[in-house]
């Protein structure tokens, strides 16, 4: 079963250094997300990306974070000048579709998240 | 704003029903969902419905939604050790149709 991949499972790095998150997304998908979950909080949306471009942000993605499809397979996350508040599980998603009102949803499949550690 | 409240924690034997209550603020939520994480494991979907239903059965997943109430409960009948996980619920609206809401996530442990 397609599934989507995200590398590296953790990353640590130090305050202020720049880290990219990887993600591969379903290969046939054309939406893709960035979801975050800081420990002992709710998931949060950051990003929704569609046809090259940013769909919808967060008031979390600010000036800070960048979203990229680089090529035909990868997309990334950028964020610049780590803080220690960025530390959490950054999740990926894609999927085929976005919701259409009386038709079924088209699901988000998930990555299995990588853990950014800021120290 | 939108908000996804759940209880943290569930306990319950293995072959009982675990229930998972969830409540929601926004009343024009098109579709609740909900995901089932495993250690070290991605977010991955069981279930969803639609908020014009107020069931829906798949084998042992029971989803129960009171719209009156904002309610949304996930019953698993006869439960097994490996459904020891986080379940969150999750919803999305017309309005924002391109993200997730999420709930805090319950805990269920099921012990032998």
């Known amino acids: 079963e397609p599934e989507v991949t995200q590398t590296p499972s953790h990353q640590v790095t130090q305050m202020g250094q720049e880290v990219i998150l990887r993600c591969v997304p379903i290969?046939?998908?054309?939406?893709f997300y960035w979801y975050r979950q800081i420990l002992g909080q709710k998931v949060e949306f950051l990003v929704s990306f569609y046809n090259n471009e940013i769909s919808e942000k967060s008031e979390i993605f600010d000036d800070q974070f960048s979203v990229e499809r680089p090529d035909g397979s990868n997309f990334t996350l950028k964020i610049r000048s780590t803080k220690l508040e960025d530390s959490a599980m950054y999740f990926c998603?894609?999927?085929?579709?976005?919701?259409?009102?009386?038709?079924?949803?088209?699901?988000?499949?998930f990555g299995p998240g990588t853990r950014l550690t800021v120290t | 704003g939108e908000d996804v409240e759940q209880s943290l924690f569930l306990s319950v034997r293995e072959g009982d029903s675990s229930v998972i209550n969830c409540t929601y603020t926004d009343s024009s939520s098109t579709y609740l969902y909900w995901y089932k994480q495993e250690p070290g494991a991605g977010l991955q979907l069981l279930t969803y419905i639609f908020s014009n239903m107020d069931m829906k059965q798949d084998q042992r997943l029971t989803v129960l939604l009171n719209k009156k109430d904002k309610h949304l409960s996930l019953r698993i009948a006869d439960t097994q050790t490996g459904d020891s996980a986080i379940y969150f619920c999750a919803e999305i609206n017309a309005g924002n149709n391109r993200k997730l809401i999420w709930g805090l996530g319950t805990s269920l442990a099921v012990n032998p």
């Open positions: 290969s046939n998908h054309l939406y």
């Open positions: 998603a894609s999927s085929e579709g976005q919701i259409q009102i009386l038709r079924p949803p088209y699901e988000q499949y």
